[in-house]
């Protein structure tokens, strides 16, 4: 049973920083492109940052293009998700997610390609 967990999440004032984490366990994660997708109140999940099962190759989407690093530990199973110049709009429940497909990152940004998804954690930001 593939599991994963987010953490780092909160409440901080614009401008400030935060590092989300997503620790898996049941699976190893280094085969895996990885993604951080996030959902505000009344609105559809949309695409955050993917990194490739390697690392080697990293999206983001364009409204946190400068502002957002995605990375990964593999030897840890850990993904994370550095915040930083954090704005109003960036509040929302942030998700983790594993691709369907190992060693593959086509269609990084549809949630429908990725088959094991954290919890959420919430992040709120301030104006």
């Known amino acids: 049973q593939v599991q994963l967990v987010e953490s780092g999440g909160g409440l901080v004032q614009a401008g400030a920083s935060l590092r989300l984490s997503c620790a898996a366990s049941?699976?190893?994660?280094?085969?895996?492109?990885m993604g951080w997708f996030r959902q505000a109140p009344g609105k559809e999940r949309e695409f955050v940052a993917h990194?490739?099962?390697?690392?080697?190759?990293?999206y983001y989407a364009d409204s946190v293009k400068g502002r957002f690093t995605i990375s990964r530990d593999n030897a840890k199973n850990t993904v994370y998700l550095q915040m930083n110049s954090l704005k109003p709009e960036d509040t929302a429940a942030y998700y983790c997610?594993?691709?369907?497909?190992?060693?593959?990152?086509?269609?990084?940004?549809?949630?429908?390609?990725?088959?094991?998804w954290g919890q959420g954690t919430q992040v709120t930001v301030s104006s």
């Open positions: 997610a594993s691709a369907s497909i190992a060693r593959y990152s086509g269609g990084y940004y549809s949630s429908d390609n990725y088959a094991h």
């Open positions: 049941g699976r190893t994660l280094s085969s895996y492109a």
């Open positions: 990194i490739s099962w390697n690392g080697g190759i990293t």
